[in-house]
C-alpha cells in the first residue's frame, strides 16, 4: 500500500508542477500583453488631454462668436417682423382706397346711368309730344 501511496503522490507532484508551470507561463503571457497596452492606452490618455485643452481654448471664443451670430439672427428677425407689419399696413390702405374708389365709382356709375336713363326719357317723352 506504501508504494501505491508513494506512487499515487509522485504522480500528483507531476500534475501539480505541471499546473503551477502552466500557470506561471500564462501570467507571463498576460503580462506581456498588459505591458504591451500600457503605452496604448498612455497615448489614448494624452489624447483626451489635448482635446480637453482645445475644447477649453477654443470654447469660449466660439461661444462669444455664436452668440453674435445669436444677436444678428434676432435683430433680423425683428426687421422682418416690422417690414412685414409696415407691409400689412400698407396693404390695408390700399384695401380702403380701393374700396372707396369702388365706391365712388359705383355712386358715379349710378348718376351717369340715372342721367343716361332721364336723358333718354325726356327724348322719347319730346318725339311723343
Known sequence: MDQFNAALNANLNVIVVFSLLCLSIAV?????????IVPQANR????????????????????IEASKLLGGVLKLQDLAQNSVSNVTDKVEDMTDNLTKAA???????????AGLFAGIKAYLSAKNK
Open 44 to 63: 489614448t490618455l494624452h489624447a483626451f488631454e489635448n482635446l480637453a485643452n482645445t475644447v477649453s481654448t477654443e470654447l469660449e471664443p466660439t461661444l
Open 103 to 113: 365706391h365712388g365709382a359705383k355712386k358715379g356709375s349710378e348718376i351717369i346711368s
Open 28 to 36: 507571463l503571457v498576460l503580462l506581456g500583453v498588459a505591458l504591451s
